[in-house]
């Protein structure tokens, strides 16, 4: 059985380079393929249910947090994903992935809100990532908030305050 490290870094290789290793690849070498790339969504899923655990039993957070982070992280990944920007959570190179992620966020139509809970989601997420080695940086440490519209105060007039 391979380390655990060397098995990520193929996983990423063949997830990077698919349809070039496809058409080196003969039938039984993509069995092998298709088993690691199998093994990566595993991978990913299981650190996905152990930053879930972290949220539970360290961070105490409430089950809607935790609802609500582990369902922004999966969103992320299958951004990821469906947009090929990186083979898994853990193989991001550049900030401008997290960027690019918030603006298509923006142009779908998502509150200010809904972003921001989405980037401190994200925030932990890679935090919890950086505390258990698996990656080197934190990208969205560096992504910004999105302002968020403020309401002015209501004020009550003289006659109200005179019938309080």
Same mark, same amino acid.
Do not use: Q, W
């Given at each position: 059985?391979?380390?655990? *490290?060397?098995?990520?870094?193929?996983?990423?290789?063949?997830?990077?380079? %698919?349809?070039?290793?496809?058409?080196?690849? =003969?039938? &039984? %070498?993509?069995?092998?393929?298709?088993?690691?790339?199998?093994? *990566?969504? @595993?991978?990913?899923?299981?650190?996905?249910?152990?930053? %879930? =655990?972290?949220?539970?039993?360290?961070?105490?957070?409430?089950?809607?947090?935790?609802?609500?982070?582990?369902? =922004?992280?999966? =969103?992320?990944?299958?951004?990821?994903?469906?947009?090929?920007?990186?083979?898994?959570?853990?193989?991001?190179?550049?900030?401008?992935?997290? &960027?690019?992620?918030?603006?298509?966020?923006?142009?779908? *139509?998502?509150? *200010?809100?809904?972003?921001?809970?989405?980037? &401190?989601?994200?925030? @932990?997420?890679?935090?919890?990532?950086?505390?258990?080695?698996?990656?080197?940086?934190?990208?969205?440490?560096?992504?910004?908030?999105?302002?968020?519209?403020?309401?002015?105060?209501?004020?009550?007039? %003289?006659?109200?305050?005179? &019938?309080?």
């Amino acid at each position: 059985m391979l380390p655990s *490290g060397i098995t990520h870094k193929l996983i990423d290789f063949y997830s990077a380079n %698919e349809e070039f290793i496809s058409s080196l690849l =003969d039938d &039984s %070498e993509l069995l092998i393929y298709e088993y690691l790339l199998k093994k *990566g969504e @595993t991978a990913e899923k299981d650190l996905i249910k152990k930053f %879930e =655990d972290y949220l539970y039993v360290i961070k105490n957070y409430s089950k809607y947090t935790v609802t609500g982070y582990i369902k =922004d992280v999966e =969103d992320f990944a299958k951004y990821l994903r469906d947009n090929k920007l990186a083979p898994n959570l853990t193989t991001i190179k550049r900030s401008r992935t997290c &960027s690019f992620y918030v603006s298509e966020l923006v142009n779908k *139509g998502y509150v *200010g809100k809904s972003i921001n809970r989405k980037i &401190s989601s994200l925030r @932990t997420f890679y935090n919890y990532l950086l505390k258990e080695g698996l990656v080197d940086i934190n990208y969205f440490k560096e992504v910004e908030n999105v302002k968020t519209p403020k309401k002015l105060p209501t004020f009550v007039d %003289e006659v109200d305050m005179v &019938s309080i």
